[in-house]
C-alpha cells in the first residue's frame, strides 16, 4: 500500500507539459497540440524551445489542459486563463 502512494505521488510530480496553436482565422478557440508528462512533457519543452516558441510554466493551468484531447479546442471556462498567459506571452515578447 504505501508503494503505491509512493508511486502515484511520484506520478503527480512528474512534469506536464501542453502546447496550444491559436489562428484566429482558422481556429474558434486555442486549441491543444500536444500534451505529455515526464519524458514526452521534456521533449515537448524542448522541441518549443528549439524552434523559439515561447515556453511558461503554469503547472496547475497544465494540469487542466492537460485532460483535454489532442485537436480539440479549450472549454470556454478555461478562455480567460489561456488569454491571460497568451497576453503575458505576447507582453514578454514585445518587451525582448
Known sequence: MRERRQDMARKKKRKIAVA??????KDKAPVIVASGRGRLAHQIVSSAE??????EGQPALAEALYKIKIGE???AEMYEA???LLSYIMESESRS
Open 20 to 25: 496550444l496553436r491559436y489562428d484566429k482565422e
Open 50 to 55: 528549439e524552434h523559439n516558441v515561447p515556453v
Open 73 to 75: 479546442e479549450i472549454p
Open 82 to 84: 489561456v488569454a491571460v
